[in-house]
């Protein structure tokens, strides 16, 4: 048997890394706000590398952990290897890093269902779908009476943002000030909404080629119910409609009842592209 030998990712591998994952089918690439390669290209965050004889067979990463918890970012192996020992190689040696930085949880989308085969092994287990739900035309029901004040969001609400977004949703779903400029630099609409000057909520959409997606939503909990979540969702939509869009996806999870009670009132449905969300406690 040839010797796996994991070390590091260092700067001077980008171009095998690249090579390798231009080359493989077997990669898994985390849905975020970078693209992979730039990500690569930025970041320096927990990642192995896995070669035999010289040769990279095997790369691992997560995202830079907040609260404790982060996403399996990348892996990807090469298809003339024995895939499990080399994901496992991988692993057990991250691992041993993310213990030394207090991660707690890992998480996994998996985008590719190749992943999933293996992840079992490692220790993984399947938490729920992420669902996706898609909705089209012009029609809104009536928003609850509200003093919401909506404007779209300013360079200087990034702390802001985080500050509502973290209140809002769990790790990992969470994103860092970091990834919220990156979310709002690529976004199409991004809007607060206000109660007497407070941010209290946001949403978050991107522009694909064929309509809009909502990225974020979020109201912190102390005024959810109340029927902001429903205002900022309709008011986003009413500003893609100015735009002449009237398309627009959303993804999440199965068991966020709320959510979906209210993503169902404002016409989503499910379309059937689902993701299995799988965790690891460390
Ligand atoms: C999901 C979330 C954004 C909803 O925001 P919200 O302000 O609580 O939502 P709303 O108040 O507009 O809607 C919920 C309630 O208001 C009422 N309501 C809202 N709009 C209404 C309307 N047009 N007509 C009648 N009732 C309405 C309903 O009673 C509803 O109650 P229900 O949950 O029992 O169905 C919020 O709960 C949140 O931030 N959750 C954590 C983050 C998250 O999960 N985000 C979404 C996943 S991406």
């Known amino acids: ?66 609260n404790r918890t982060c996403w399996l970012r ?34 996994l989308l998996a985008v590719r269902d190749w992943i999933v085969r293996y992840v079992p092994v490692l220790g993984f287990r399947y938490v729920e779908d992420i669902i996706t739900l898609a909705r089209n035309g012009a029609e809104l029901p009536e928003t609850l009476p509200n003093r919401l004040v909506i404007r779209a969001a300013q360079p200087e609400d990034l702390d802001e943002l985080a500050r509502v977004d973290n209140a809002a949703f769990e790790p990992p779903w969470q994103l860092s000030p970091d990834e919220l400029r990156q979310a709002v630099r690529i976004s199409a609409s991004c809007t607060v909404g206000l109660l007497d000057d407070m941010m209290v ?56 009842r709320r959510s979906r009670r209210l993503y169902e009132r404002y016409g989503f449905a499910p379309n059937g592209y689902d993701l299995p969300y799988w965790v690891i406690t460390l």
């Open 1 to 66: 048997m040839i010797p796996i030998v994991v070390t590091p990712y260092e700067r001077r591998y980008l171009q095998r890394v690249r090579d390798l994952i231009f080359h493989s089918e077997l990669v898994h690439s985390h849905l975020d706000w970078q693209e992979t390669d730039q990500w690569l290209d930025t970041q320096s965050v927990p990642m192995r590398c896995a070669w035999q004889r010289g040769r990279l067979v095997g790369v691992m990463g997560v995202s830079s952990p907040l």
């Open 74 to 107: 990348l892996a990807a192996i090469h298809h003339q290897s024995d895939h499990s020992r080399v994901l496992r190689a991988l692993w057990e040696d991250l691992v041993i890093e993310l213990r030394s930085r207090y991660v707690q949880t890992v998480a």
């Open 201 to 256: 909520g946001y949403q978050l959409s991107t522009l694909y080629f064929d309509g809009a997606h909502l990225a974020r939503l979020a109201v912190i909990p102390s005024v959810q119910g109340l029927g902001l979540g429903g205002a900022l969702l309709a008011d986003g939509l009413q500003r893609f409609f100015r735009r002449g869009i009237y398309g627009m996806t959303l993804n999440t999870q199965s068991s966020n």
